[in-house]
């Protein structure tokens, strides 16, 4: 079974400046994720997506972040305008269900992620 | 606002004796707990989970106890490996939400 996919995996970009991240769920997986890694924090939920539909965003600064599942296969992710401190990794991650049920089965698998650096 | 905690940033452990990793949170609303390790530049691995319903889940060197009371949670590993170097995060869900929130890490070290 293939990962989940995700480019570029780095990226290094001016403040200001605007960046897209790209996404590849795992077949067959419909719930799909976003979190952001700040050094030496634990991932941060930004963005849940179910098929195609936005579940949570509670925590997406929405001035500046925004994120699409058209197709509810991929995802990307997008920053604009970009400031220093959004400097991270930005995790994406698939799940076969969402909901409090089969919680055994979630299948809750993330991607290697994509390192963003602005300066 | 921590709702995971890991108080412990990193961990040496010899060889062949146990790691013990905690966790502790806030958020009675969680019912599902998760533990993932991580190694740099690779995306967070799932290792076990538990359930709120239960207080023990075993699989192989790897054991997770929940003490719902005190809201506290460790991990088990027994025996140490070099291989299970790595930072090991502490992740819980619940309240209807599938989001994960996670601790802020333990980087777990074994000594030869």
């Known amino acids: 079974e293939a990962g989940v996919a995700q480019s570029p995996r780095y990226k290094i970009i001016e403040k200001r400046q605007s960046v897209a991240f790209w996404c590849n769920p795992i077949?067959?997986?419909?719930?799909l994720y976003w979190y952001q890694q700040i050094l030496g924090q634990g991932p941060k939920l930004l963005i849940q997506?179910?098929?195609?539909?936005?579940?949570?965003d509670s925590q997406l600064p929405k001035d500046r972040f925004s994120a699409e599942r058209l197709k509810g296969v991929d995802s990307t992710l997008k920053i604009q305008p970009a400031k220093l401190e959004d400097s991270a990794v930005y995790l994406c991650?698939?799940?076969?269900?969402?909901?409090?049920?089969?919680?055994?089965?979630?299948?809750?698998?993330f991607g290697s992620g994509t390192r963003l650096t602005v300066v | 606002d921590q709702q995971v905690k890991q108080n412990s940033p990193s961990l040496s452990v010899q060889e062949g004796r146990i790691s013990i990793l905690n966790c502790d949170y806030t958020?009675?609303?969680?019912?599902?707990f998760l533990w993932y390790k991580k190694y740099p530049a690779e995306g967070p691995t799932f290792l076990i989970s538990?359930?709120?319903?239960?207080d023990k889940n075993e699989d192989g060197r790897f054991t997770v106890f929940l003490n719902k009371s005190a809201k506290h949670l460790s991990l088990h590993i027994v025996p140490s490996q070099p291989g299970d170097s790595a930072v090991y995060f502490c992740?819980?869900?619940?309240?209807?939400?599938?989001?994960?929130?996670f601790g802020k890490g333990t980087h777990l070290i074994i000594q030869p």
């Open positions: 991650a698939s799940s076969l269900v969402s909901g409090v049920s089969n919680r055994e089965d979630y299948g809750y698998t």
């Open positions: 077949s067959g997986h419909a719930t």
């Open positions: 997506f179910q098929n195609n539909g936005v579940v949570d």
């Open positions: 958020n009675s609303m969680f019912d599902y």
């Open positions: 538990i359930s709120s319903i239960k």
């Open positions: 992740a819980a869900t619940g309240g209807g939400a599938d989001g994960l929130t």
